[in-house]
C-alpha cells in the first residue's frame, strides 16, 4: 500500500512541527532485561506524544488547497491535544470530543490550544459518534484518531527515523489503541527492511486489536486497563488489515506489569511516562531472549502529575 517516498514526502512537510526524538538508553535496565534496549521517547515530543506526528500529516495535507472552516476530532487525550495545537498553529478552529473520565492534565492542555471541548461517556464508539455528527452539523473536517492514511504516514514516520538512525535491530515494540502508530510504524519499517520484527503490545485488559489478530475479523470488546490511550474498542478498519499484513506478533502485558515499567522509567531514565508509553517496556522485560537489539516505542508522556501516586498504591 504504501512507498518509501510516501514516508519521505510526508516528513518532510511535517518537519516544522515535530521533534526528531533521539533514542536513549539505559545501562541498568539493560542489565535487568540481559538485551540491549533502545527507547525512541515520543513523551519528549511536541504536545507530549506521538499523535502531533499524524495530526500534522493530516493538517498539513488539507491546508495546502481545501478551505477549513474547523476540525473536530474524537481522543482520549493525547490526539486531541495535537490536533489542537496543529490547528492553532493554523488559525483554524477545533473541537475537541473526550471522554468525562480523560485526564484533566490532557483537558487543560486541548483548552490551552484554543480548542473546544466536548465531553461524553467513556467509550471509544461514543466520542468517534459525536464527532462525526458535530462535523456533519458544522461543516467541520473530522481529524481521524487512527484510521486514517494521512494519519498512519505521519506516524510512519517515527519507523523512518529508526532506519535512519542506522543500528542494527532485531525488534521493535510498539504500543496498540485503534492501531495508527503501529501500522504506520511496521509499514515504514517492512517497506525498507522486511527482516526487522514489528511486535505490538497491549494491555491485557484492552486488547481489542489481539483479540482481532486472532479471530481473522474486527471484533469489537469491552475495556478496562490504566492505559487511557489504549482503551479502543475495536481496531481500525484500514488499520487492521495492515497489522495483520505486517506486524509479526502481539504481547500482552498486566497492569502490575505497566505500572512496573512506569516506575523503572522514573528510577532509572528520569522520564515520566503515561501508562499507555509504558507497556513497551513492560513487554520488552518479558522477553526470554537474551542479547537482543530491542527498540521501544514510548508513545506518551501526559501524566496527571498529581495522581501519579495512585498508580502504585492502588
Not at 486489536?209 to 469489537?220: A, H
Request: glycine content about 10%; aromatic content about 8%; overall charge positive.
Amino acid at each position: 500500500m504504501f512507498k518509501p517516498s510516501d514516508f519521505i514526502s510526508v516528513k518532510r512537510r511535517i518537519k516544522p512541527y515535530i521533534h526528531e526524538t533521539r533514542i536513549l538508553s539505559s545501562k541498568s535496565i539493560n542489565e535487568i532485561s540481559g538485551n540491549n534496549i533502545f527507547l525512541k521517547p515520543e513523551c519528549l515530543q511536541k504536545t507530549g506524544s506521538f499523535k502531533i506526528r499524524g495530526a500534522a500529516s493530516k493538517i498539513t495535507s488539507l491546508a495546502q488547497g481545501e478551505k477549513i472552516d474547523g476540525v473536530v476530532t474524537a481522543s482520549s487525550g493525547n490526539h486531541g491535544q495535537a490536533v489542537a495545537y496543529m490547528a492553532k498553529t493554523f488559525g483554524i478552529k477545533a473541537t475537541i470530543v473526550i471522554p468525562n473520565n480523560a485526564p484533566q492534565a490532557k483537558i487543560k492542555a486541548m483548552e490551552g490550544y484554543g480548542a473546544e471541548i466536548v465531553l461524553v461517556g467513556p467509550m471509544s464508539n461514543e466520542r468517534l459518534d459525536m464527532a462525526q455528527k458535530i462535523a456533519r452539523e458544522r461543516g467541520y473536517i473530522y481529524i481521524p484518531p487512527y484510521d486514517d492514511l494521512e494519519v498512519i504516514k505521519g506516524q510512519g514516520t517515527i519507523g523512518l527515523e529508526l532506519i535512519k538512525w542506522g543500528e542494527k535491530i532485531d525488534k521493535v515494540f510498539v504500543p496498540i489503541g485503534g492501531g495508527g502508530l503501529i501500522s504506520g510504524i511496521a509499514s515504514c519499517i517492512k517497506t525498507f527492511y522486511p527482516k526487522i520484527k514489528v511486535i505490538g503490545v497491549e494491555p491485557k485488559g484492552s486488547c481489542s486489536m489481539y483479540t482481532s489478530w486472532i479471530k481473522g475479523e474486527i471484533t469489537e470488546i469491552a475495556t478496562d486497563t490504566i492505559a487511557d490511550g489504549l482503551r479502543a474498542v475495536k481496531p481500525g478498519e484500514i488499520t487492521f488489515p495492515l497489522v495483520q499484513k505486517y506486524v509479526d506478533n502481539i504481547v500482552l502485558v498486566e497492569e502490575d506489569e505497566i505500572k512496573a515499567a512506569m516506575a523503572l522509567y522514573m528510577e532509572r531514565m528520569k522520564l515520566i511516562v503515561e501508562p499507555s508509553g509504558a507497556v513497551t517496556l513492560a513487554a520488552i522485560l518479558k522477553e526470554e531472549a537474551l542479547n537482543q537489539n530491542l527498540v521501544g516505542i514510548v508513545s506518551g508522556g501526559n501524566v496527571d502529575i498529581t495522581k501519579i501516586s495512585q498508580y502504585f498504591l492502588e
